[in-house]
């Protein structure tokens, strides 16, 4: 019963290089979220997507981008990291009802030196 | 707009003693209410939610909240803090109004307990 599931936990990026953050959810959730979350921020929506092969801009999406090929999978890109990016970002899946839960992941630590 | 507060960045509790966490929040039309919390080094989980069919929720490891519509509070409170309640408290809204991109979080409490 894995949830949703994130890799790598961790990653140590140098500025300018790129990445791929990967989520796997199980539990055939239609909606799924990339956030962030920075110290005194709260959670910030990066991008989102309502099904595979859809993805929408969430509330800083700026320097990251996203792809849904398949339903359970949902992929973060940084193509130029750069030291702001320095976070934990967590993926989350929903059912997609107003009053559906989140289902998050543990999250990854990126830093960008 | 939606939004949510809650008072309190930071609460400390004795073990054994009353845990109580804010949460108001602004809404137009009927809300969906939700606690969750987030243990070190991990991603959030519900607690419990709040969808209208009844205002005293009860959720997982003895948590519950009331919301209170005069109030526009839905305040989370355990009767007895353990050791393991340590860990950051996030409230969050939805309405049948908003978009799927709106779920709005509060700030978060960090709750210690003191042993």
């Known amino acids: 019963n894995a949830g949703v599931t994130q890799t790598p936990k961790f990653r140590v990026l140098k500025t300018g290089q790129s990445m791929t953050l990967l989520c796997a959810q199980d539990?055939?959730?239609?909606?799924m979220y990339w956030y962030r979350q920075d110290p005194g921020m709260g959670l910030r929506l990066i991008h989102y997507?309502?099904?595979?092969?859809?993805?929408a801009k969430g509330e800083v999406p700026d320097g990251y981008n996203v792809s849904r090929l398949k339903k359970q999978n949902f992929l973060l890109g940084l193509e130029s990291a750069a030291p702001s990016q320095t976070s934990v970002y967590f993926c989350?899946?929903?059912?997609?009802?107003?009053?559906?839960?989140?289902?998050f992941g543990n999250g990854t630590r990126l830093t960008v030196t | 707009a939606q939004s949510v507060t809650q008072l309190g960045s930071h609460v400390s509790v004795s073990e054994g003693a009353l845990v109580l966490l804010r949460c108001n929040y602004s809404?137009?039309?009927?809300?969906?209410l939700f606690w969750y919390v987030q243990y070190p080094n991990q991603g959030l989980q519900l607690l419990l939610k709040?969808?209208?069919?009844?205002?005293l929720v009860k959720g997982i490891n003895g948590f519950e909240a009331e919301f209170k519509k005069s109030e526009t509070s839905f305040h989370l409170t355990k009767p007895s803090a353990h050791m393991s309640d340590a860990a950051e408290y996030f409230c969050?809204?939805?309405?049948?109004?908003?978009?799927?991109?709106?779920?709005?979080f509060g700030p978060g409490t960090s709750l210690s307990v003191i042993p």
């Open positions: 997507s309502v099904g595979e092969g859809t993805t």
């Open positions: 539990m055939n959730h239609e909606y």
């Open positions: 969050a809204v939805s309405t049948s109004k908003t978009s799927y991109d709106k779920v709005i």
């Open positions: 809404s137009s039309v009927p809300p969906y």
């Open positions: 989350a899946s929903s059912a997609g009802f107003h009053n559906s839960p989140l289902h």
């Open positions: 709040y969808t209208s069919a009844a205002t």
